[in-house]
Every structure is written in C-alpha cells, then in structure tokens.
C-alpha cells in the first residue's frame, strides 16, 4: 500500500519568489505529522498542492498513490479543516454535519447517519441541536473537523486547529486527533505551536523560506535544537 501523502521534490514560485524549494514529505496512515514554521515559509502552499488546488512547477504529489491535481479519487481520499471556522452559525451540529455530508458527496439517506457518526467522534454529539453560534470555540473547532471526516478521508489536514481556544478545549481537540489516528488516519496538522506539535505529533518537521530544514521526532528534534 503506498503512504496516504507522499510528496517528492516539490517547487513552486510566485514570480521571482521560491515559495516551495525542494521539499519532501511522507506521511503514512496512523500517524500524525506536525509541520511548523513561520509565516512565509509556504506552508500554505504545500497545503493547497496536497488538496490540487495548485500544480506545482516541478516535483509530485500523491494522495492514496495518486495526483490530486489530475485524480478526482485522490481529492475524495482527503479532508482539510481550514484556520477558519467554516460552518453556518445558525445551523445546528446535526444540520451544519448533514449538510457537509451531502457536499461530501453522501445520498440523503447516508448524511444522517455519517452526521451522527461524526459527531460521536468528535465528541458533540451533547450539542447535536445546539446552533453553532451558542458554542464555545472549542467545540466550534471540533465541528469544524467533524465537517472534514463525514466520507471517512484516509488523509486528513488541520490547519491550526486550535488557535484562540484555551489549554482545556486544545486537549479536547488533541484527544479528537488522537483517535482518529488511532482510527488509522493519516494526520497533517500545521501550527505554529511547539507544545502542540510536541505531545501530540508523531513525527514533525520544519519549513524555513521554502525547504524542509529539519524532521524527526519530536522529543529529539527539540533536545537536538536546544
């Protein structure tokens, strides 16, 4: 079975600016990776590169063994919970899930269920009839992934998961991704946060003006680096 991402020589510009040198990344089903770096360092557009909203100039990547740029099969294998919660407020859990479900591709008859199925994953089903905008961010955050696993992805991405929530609702969030790699799905979180990215990550690696400058796991990479 090939890994759930791999990416292989990946460059990209924007006119003169190299937003992507060389880079390499493999991430295998159950497992998590965390990528960090700073802003600029084209995390971004790995991010859109991986989901084939971007052609890259130069190297490959593959989702499930295909290229999401050409593969509709390879986009449908994915889920990506955007920085932004993007839900509708005035829906409910239940309704916000059922309709996510049906965009994802579901019958009518499926949403219910896979609404339900998400939920419980996620840890909301408490609030399945609670419209989003009475919820607290951290639930806010765990919908916004429960809308990304509704067609079961086997690669799913978390940018900034959980920016503006406090230390208790973070471990919610963290515990959520625990179990679905646990579930054995391949897991990309982008953050800025080292604490997060050290208890949570697998492996995790770094991005610096384009280039993966460093990889491995994280209690060695940070005794490495200080």
């Given at each position: 079975m090939p890994p759930a991402l791999s990416v292989s020589g990946l460059h990209?510009?924007?006119g003169a600016r190299q937003a992507l040198q060389g880079v390499d990344l493999t991430v295998s089903a159950g497992e998590i990776y965390a990528l960090l770096g700073p802003n600029g360092a084209g995390k971004s557009t790995l991010v859109r590169a991986i989901c084939g909203r971007?052609?890259?100039?130069?190297?490959?990547?593959?989702?499930?063994?295909?290229?999401?740029?050409?593969?509709?099969?390879?986009?449908?294998t994915l889920g990506l919970v955007p920085q932004e919660i993007a839900l509708y407020k005035h829906l409910t859990v239940r309704e916000n899930l059922k309709v996510?479900?049906?965009?994802?591709?579901?019958?009518?008859?499926?949403?219910?269920?896979?609404a339900d199925e998400a939920a419980q994953l996620t840890?909301?089903?408490?609030?399945?009839?609670?419209?989003?905008?009475?919820?607290?961010?951290g639930y806010q955050r765990r919908v916004n992934i429960a809308a990304a696993i509704l067609h079961h992805p086997a690669l799913l991405?978390?940018?900034e998961p959980t920016v503006g929530v406090d230390i208790q609702a973070r471990e919610a969030v963290d515990q959520v991704i625990r179990?679905?790699?646990?579930?054995?799905?391949?897991?990309l979180v982008i953050t800025h946060d080292l604490?997060?990215?050290?208890?949570?990550?697998?492996?995790?690696?770094?991005?610096?003006?384009?280039?993966?400058?460093?990889?491995?796991?994280?209690?060695?990479?940070?005794?490495?680096?200080y």
């Open positions: 990209h510009a924007y971007l052609k890259p100039d130069q190297g490959e990547v593959r989702v499930a063994g295909q290229d999401p740029w050409t593969a509709a099969d390879a986009r449908k996510f479900a049906r965009l994802s591709g579901l019958s009518a008859a499926a949403a219910g269920p896979a840890r909301v089903s408490d609030r399945a009839e609670v419209p989003v905008k009475h919820l607290s961010g991405i978390l940018d179990a679905l790699r646990d579930g054995g799905v391949a897991v604490e997060q990215a050290e208890a949570l990550a697998d492996r995790m690696g770094f991005l610096r003006e384009g280039r993966k400058v460093l990889e491995g796991a994280p209690r060695a990479l940070l005794e490495q680096a």
